[in-house]
């Protein structure tokens, strides 16, 4: 079992940087972690994703280049590192591990995933 708190999340105005943290616990060694995000009325959609050695990560295109996915696994804990906020971005933001080395991008191939954190950027 892996229990996944996240924390972090805020109102912000567009531009602003805000920095998710996920505390994870139980059998973490050699899972893939990633960030989903919901919006209201919309599905859920890939964010980030990193590997177990954190040398491979992935990003949705509409995050590259503003998001930075990075883990410390002296604290067993998986960041996201939100900058150039924009009003899109605002979703629940959800914390999700793998049973793989490596991330992937597909929802339902993470097998733990933590209770979400609010995030709201206004104009």
């Known amino acids: 079992q892996v229990q996944l708190v996240e924390s972090g999340g805020g109102m912000v105005q567009a531009g602003d940087s805000l920095r998710l943290s996920c505390a994870a616990s139980g059998r973490t060694n050699g899972r893939a972690m990633g960030w989903f995000r919901q919006a209201p009325g919309k599905e859920y959609e890939f964010v980030a994703g990193i590997s177990w050695g954190g040398d491979n ?3 949705a295109d ?11 696994h002296a604290k067993n804990t998986v960041s996201l590192q939100m900058n150039s906020l924009k009003v899109e971005d605002t ?10 080395l490596h991330p992937t991008r597909r929802r339902y191939e993470y097998d733990y995933w933590g209770q979400g954190t609010q995030v709201t950027v206004s104009s």
Do not use: E, N
């Open 57 to 59: 990560t992935d990003y």
């Open 62 to 72: 509409s995050v590259k280049g503003r998001f930075t996915i990075s883990r410390d």
């Open 91 to 100: 979703a629940v933001y959800y914390c999700a591990a793998r049973g793989d």
